[in-house]
Nanobody, 121 residues
Framework: QVQLVESGGGLVQAGNSLRLSCAAS????????MRWFRQAPGKEREFLAI????????AYANSVKGRFTISRDNAKNTVYLQMNSLKPEDTAVYYC??????????????WGQGTQVTVSS
């Protein structure tokens, strides 16, 4: 089992930045690719970003490419999502998730409880 706890959400004005953190515990963090997703009210869950075990490779959804950056610190068992130039449409609950290599990027084995991000116009 991997336990994931997100933090760093909140209320921010459009154009500003937030950094989300996701602390992992349980099994060896560096064995897992990490992802960020979000879900807005009335919408389906949306994949945002993925980072491989070593952090060498990342990939992003088109909706956030160039504005969001995923990173990880395996020594701290933590994955981050730096969100810049936030827009009201970025308002959602943000989730981190973990999966072993080889699992399709839209799925994950372990999920955090989510953190709310609200962007005001």
């Amino acid at each position: 089992q991997v336990q994931l706890v997100e933090s760093g959400g909140g209320l921010v004005q459009a154009g500003n930045s937030l950094r989300l953190s996701c602390a992992a515990s349980g099994r060896t963090f560096s064995n897992y690719d990490m992802r960020w997703f979000r879900q807005a009210p009335g919408k389906e869950r949306e994949f945002l970003a993925i980072i491989t075990r070593s952090g060498a490779t990342t990939a992003y959804a088109n909706s956030v490419k160039g504005r969001f950056t995923i990173s990880r610190d395996n020594a701290k068992n933590t994955v981050y999502l730096q969100m810049n130039s936030l827009k009201p449409e970025d308002t959602a609950v943000y989730y981190c998730a973990a999966a072993p290599p080889g699992i399709i990027y839209t799925r994950a084995d372990y999920w955090g409880q989510g953190t709310q991000v609200t962007v005001s116009s």
